[in-house]
Protein backbone atom coordinates (compact mmCIF):
# COMPACT_ATOMS: atom_id res chain seq x y z
CA UNK A 1 0.00 0.00 0.00
CA UNK A 2 1.79 3.33 -0.89
CA UNK A 3 1.01 6.15 1.22
CA UNK A 4 -0.28 9.26 0.30
CA UNK A 5 1.27 12.94 0.66
CA UNK A 6 -1.27 13.27 3.04
CA UNK A 7 -0.47 10.56 5.42
CA UNK A 8 3.28 11.33 5.10
CA UNK A 9 2.68 14.34 6.30
CA UNK A 10 0.26 13.35 9.31
CA UNK A 11 3.07 10.46 10.21
CA UNK A 12 5.87 13.16 10.61
CA UNK A 13 3.55 15.37 12.77
CA UNK A 14 3.20 12.75 14.74
CA UNK A 15 6.66 11.72 15.38
CA UNK A 16 7.66 15.17 16.16
CA UNK A 17 5.24 14.97 19.06
CA UNK A 18 5.75 11.30 19.96
CA UNK A 19 6.44 12.42 23.52
CA UNK A 20 3.60 13.39 25.82
CA UNK A 21 4.39 16.39 28.29
CA UNK A 22 6.25 18.18 25.46
CA UNK A 23 5.13 21.19 24.06
CA UNK A 24 4.24 20.28 20.40
CA UNK A 25 5.52 21.17 17.45
CA UNK A 26 3.99 21.99 14.78
CA UNK A 27 5.04 22.36 10.94
CA UNK A 28 2.84 24.47 8.46
CA UNK A 29 1.07 21.35 6.12
CA UNK A 30 1.27 23.92 3.44
CA UNK A 31 5.02 23.84 3.27
CA UNK A 32 5.22 20.40 3.20
CA UNK A 33 2.89 19.99 -0.04
CA UNK A 34 5.67 21.19 -1.97
CA UNK A 35 8.01 18.63 -0.94
CA UNK A 36 7.92 15.52 -3.47
CA UNK A 37 6.90 11.81 -1.66
CA UNK A 38 10.98 10.64 -1.42
CA UNK A 39 11.37 13.74 0.36
CA UNK A 40 8.24 13.19 2.98
CA UNK A 41 9.79 9.38 3.87
CA UNK A 42 13.85 11.01 3.87
CA UNK A 43 12.15 13.51 6.74
CA UNK A 44 10.34 10.26 8.36
CA UNK A 45 13.76 7.83 8.09
CA UNK A 46 15.54 10.67 9.55
CA UNK A 47 13.08 11.73 12.55
CA UNK A 48 13.03 8.02 12.86
CA UNK A 49 16.60 7.80 12.84
CA UNK A 50 17.33 10.30 15.48
CA UNK A 51 14.75 8.90 17.69
CA UNK A 52 16.51 5.45 17.78
CA UNK A 53 19.71 7.19 18.40
CA UNK A 54 18.19 9.27 21.44
CA UNK A 55 16.45 5.82 22.78
CA UNK A 56 19.87 4.08 22.53
CA UNK A 57 21.48 7.31 24.60
CA UNK A 58 18.81 6.59 27.23
CA UNK A 59 19.70 2.95 27.60
CA UNK A 60 22.99 3.81 27.97
CA UNK A 61 22.40 6.34 30.65
CA UNK A 62 20.08 4.04 32.47
CA UNK A 63 22.86 1.34 32.54
CA UNK A 64 24.78 3.32 34.97
CA UNK A 65 22.09 2.29 37.34
CA UNK A 66 22.04 -1.22 37.21
CA UNK A 67 23.29 -3.08 40.36
CA UNK A 68 25.73 -5.54 39.34
Known amino acids: MESTKEQLISDIQNLLNR ?23 QIISSLLKQQENTNENNIEWLQQFKTI
Open 19 to 41: YDGLKPTTINPDLLQFMDKATLL
